[in-house]
């Protein structure tokens, strides 16, 4: 089979984690030998990162900016420019289909390198994440001529594991509604967002529920190692905790420098005291770094964490702003006992290692995640953070981590195995003969 797995942002690693997952999801479903071919919104910087991916550019994306769309959007105000853009997909797929010997402008370009590939699939998937949502209208806007095209090709795309809604009632959302009716499987990590989606289509026959597809990348050894050690006395060795942060804007009703304040300076109180308290050796690591063409450094925001740290706290924090792909990343995870984490997806790569999280949340589905982990009472959201609370609630997490690392350990299994029954639902739909499991009679 033919995959292509579409809007995806490799440059950021939570992403990355994403199809690292989705692609071992894809290959369990349908054979080692599935081909898969990224869309990517910065494809060519994404390929130096990923070598052994492939990729194609992002076909709407890349004409938006092209300069006949730009100018004309600006003649229009805004007005021609999504009926363009579908217009340029379709007219691309008849010159590919009907008359693929005419070399006619742009035939050797990099979108209709993409829309040969789009014609040549099998199955056509969009990434997992949360960008449907009235929260991101214009992350919905740049997917739709995707999603329509992708209907135009017979191909309804398939959504992977979302955190969506709620949504508006506008045309973006009605657009949305009509994708989503279309869409053969859809698949949710939560109650809330298949509520959502009932809510904006009308039912839910073609949506299921499953755990965020990063949890296949679970290492039960590695959590059955942690188990073990942790009723073994180690005299001696400093406890080392990791510290991923993330530059943030939306504090609600708090001003937003105010809300950055209190939130870098409730993170330096924290690292503080597990310096000052427990003889801890802190690292900011995080899984958007290292990557000077990407819009965010996590690194950025740990440097001005740093400014409200003392000088002799600071001698046992490190920076880390290192990139690494997600399974260097992982095996630096290993070397921590316990983690501080803004961004959902370091939050489940640790907890795929058996490394126990402290979340601060910035949008409801890293709460929803510690929800179902048993363990919402250490949860913090990012517009009411405070230094000493959360100073003291990362006292009271450190003191509790035999329970906290067991319902961690115990839970995150839980959502490995609910991750991995996407292989079957995907067996089961998709496949071909071939593929599919014996019938027992």
Request: hydrophobic content about 40%; proline content about 3%.
């Given at each position: 089979m033919k995959i292509i797995v579409e809007t995806t942002v490799f440059l950021n690693g939570g992403d990355a984690a994403i199809q690292v997952a989705t692609k071992r999801i894809l290959r369990a479903a349908f054979g080692d030998d599935t081909e898969i071919v990224f869309a990517d919104m910065d494809a060519q910087v994404a390929e130096r990162y990923y070598p052994d991916n492939d990729f194609i550019v992002f076909p709407s994306d890349q004409i938006r900016k092209s300069v006949f769309v730009r100018l004309?959007?600006?003649?229009?105000?805004?007005?021609?420019?999504?009926?363009?853009?579908?217009?340029?997909?379709?007219?691309?797929?008849?010159?590919?289909?009907?008359?693929?010997?005419?070399?006619?402008?742009?035939?050797r370009g990099a979108v209709a390198k993409a829309i040969r590939e789009y014609i040549a699939a099998d199955l056509i998937i969009s990434t997992g994440g949360t960008y449907l949502s009235k929260k991101h209208p214009g992350s919905v806007a740049l997917r739709l001529p995707e999603y329509e095209r992708d209907i135009y090709l017979g191909k309804p795309p398939i959504f992977f594991t979302q955190s969506m809604g709620p949504f508006g009632d506008d045309r973006i959302f009605r657009r949305l509604a009509s994708v989503l009716r279309k869409s053969p499987l859809i698949l949710v990590r939560d109650q809330k967002s298949m509520a959502f989606a009932k809510e904006l289509t009308g039912f839910t026959g073609n949506i299921e529920t499953v755990a965020d597809s990063v949890f296949v990348l679970t290492d039960q050894d590695e959590i059955e190692r942690r188990r073990v050690a942790s009723r073994v006395a180690r005299p001696g060795r400093r406890p080392r905790i990791a510290v991923s942060v993330r530059p943030w804007a939306d504090f609600g009703e708090r001003d937003s420098e105010v809300g950055r304040a209190k939130y870098h300076q409730s993170v330096a109180q924290a690292a503080a005291w597990f310096v000052e308290e427990v003889g801890a050796e802190v690292t900011f690591v995080s899984t958007c770094q290292g990557i000077p063409e990407y819009r965010f450094n996590d690194s950025d925001t740990a440097r001005n964490v740093l400014k409200y740290l003392s000088d002799n706290v600071r001698n046992s924090v490190v920076i880390d702003s290192q990139f690494r792909d997600t399974e260097a990343l992982l095996r630096k995870i290993d070397e921590f006992d316990g983690a501080i984490c803004t961004r959902m997806h370091m939050c489940i790569l640790c907890l795929c290692r058996g490394v126990p999280v402290l979340p601060i949340c910035y949008e409801r589905k890293t709460a929803d995640l510690f929800q179902s982990l048993?363990?919402?009472?250490?949860?913090?959201?990012?517009?009411?953070?405070?230094?000493?609370?959360?100073?003291?609630?990362?006292?009271?997490?450190w003191q509790n981590q035999e329970s906290i690392a067991e319902k961690s350990w115990r839970g995150t299994l839980e959502l490995r195995d609910?991750?991995?029954?996407?292989?079957?639902?995907?067996?089961?739909?998709f496949a071909p003969a071939e593929l599919q499991p014996e019938t027992v009679s």
């Open positions: 004309l959007n600006r003649l229009t105000k805004g007005r021609m420019q999504a009926s363009l853009i579908y217009s340029t997909l379709i007219a691309i797929i008849f010159l590919e289909r009907r008359l693929r010997r005419l070399n006619y402008p742009g035939s048993d363990l919402q009472e250490y949860i913090t959201f990012i517009d009411k953070i405070e230094p000493d609370s959360f100073r003291a609630l990362a006292r009271r997490w609910s991750a991995l029954s996407t292989v079957g639902i995907l067996k089961n739909r």
